[in-house]
């Protein structure tokens, strides 16, 4: 019989403060690299700078998230994200690019939309 595995949500932790469950999301790694050709073909790849892309939906509480992301985009502010994902934990200097949210009457319910973007992660 197989081992059970424990599952679990992400969450995002800014300058280490948990802020917001993942509803759902998407992180993206990219190494940067790139094809590089000559005369005879492909001959190899370049070493690029590592982006990452953080993009997640929460449910915002009434009063808010106890940090405001409005105003870290506002002061284009730096912030420290902590993911916990893939068996450890990473951490990531990035910028809130983007906020946006629905809204539902019926359910009473707020979503918050948020983008992030930042270098190379580090792993912890």
Do not use: C
Request: glycine content about 12%; aromatic content about 8%.
């Amino acid at each position: 019989m197989a081992t059970p595995k424990t599952f679990r949500n992400a969450s995002v932790y800014i300058n280490s403060r948990k802020v917001a469950e993942i509803e759902s999301g998407t992180y993206e790694h990219n190494s940067g690299d790139e094809d590089q050709f000559g005369s005879e073909g492909w001959m190899g790849a370049s070493d690029g700078a590592g982006t990452t892309r953080l993009s997640f939906n929460t449910v915002v509480p009434a009063v808010g998230h106890e940090i405001t992301f409005k105003n870290i985009i506002r002061n284009k502010q730096y912030v420290q994200v902590a993911l916990i994902i893939d068996g450890g934990s990473e951490m990531i200097t990035m910028r809130i690019a983007s906020r946006s949210y629905n809204f539902d009457s019926k359910t009473g319910a707020v979503k918050g939309s948020f983008t992030a973007m930042g270098g190379e992660p580090e792993l912890v």
